[in-house]
């Protein structure tokens, strides 16, 4: 899995940006002790569970790929929003087309923009926790730091989205470890990996988002565009092109199997 690593500068931006807000709207935000050094020695903690005193049933912990809509199936996931400019032109096109898709937020955008979250739920699509702050390094961190992007990112994304817990965990850049994923498939998230990379994020061009598409499809259902991290212009018109494009070749939209 490509990690996108170049380019992230815009997450520092976003951190910031993000804290500030949480700061003054509520006084102690969970990025505050989120950023605080770990130890690395600790014993992680599911303190952090978004439904207090409510279990969730465990998942498998397979990195999952297909699709539930069968073997002409077609799941498209969004990662790194929400984002006001930029998920609500993706939810138009979701809508016109009629396509369900899988959004897998990061706990400080799902905290900045609840209402968001909010219409992605109202509209029939599914929530996949993306961590806390989009840390591409995870799998070289401490077991305590990753259940604390998990499990603090599960928190906030649920109480954006008024109540609704997220169905997957997708590891920033495919930092998968064996414990985030049995973490997450513990706490009901299937781990969620990708089969198509649109390279949206580094902005090659509308044409070529296409071309990607249809060339990589036959490798695996699941395709990976992003709704946030700057002007995602191309993204949303490769969307165009492309839901119409895959009905029309006889697709079926779908979300990722649990």
Known sequence: MARHGGGRGWYGK??????????????????????????????????????????AEPVDIGIAHASDAG?????????????????????????????????????LQAQAHPDLVKDVVAAGHR?????????????????????KEILDAERMITQASGGVRPMYYRAPGGAFTPY???LAASRGMRPLGWNVDTKDFERPGTDAIVATVQRELPNGPT????????????????????????????????FPVR
């Open 14 to 55: 976003v951190v910031g940006a993000a804290l500030g807000v949480t700061v003054l709207a509520v006084g102690a935000s969970v990025w505050t002790a989120q950023a605080q050094s770990v130890d690395a020695g600790a014993t992680p903690k599911a303190a952090a569970s978004a439904t207090p005193g409510q279990d």
């Open 71 to 107: 073997p002409r199936g077609v799941n498209i996931t969004v990662d790194d929003g929400p984002d006001p400019t930029w998920t609500p032109q993706v939810l138009d096109l979701l809508d016109q087309y009629r396509v369900k898709a899988t959004f897998c937020m990061t706990g």
């Open 127 to 147: 929530l996949c926790d993306h961590s806390v702050s989009h840390d591409t390094t995870m799998d070289k961190k401490s077991e305590a730091y990753q259940t």
């Open 180 to 182: 985030s994923r049995k």
């Open 223 to 254: 395709i990976l565009f992003h709704d946030a991290g700057g002007d995602r212009t191309q993204t949303v018109e490769a969307l165009r092109r492309v839901l119409p494009r895959l009905q029309e070749q006889g697709y079926d939209f779908g």
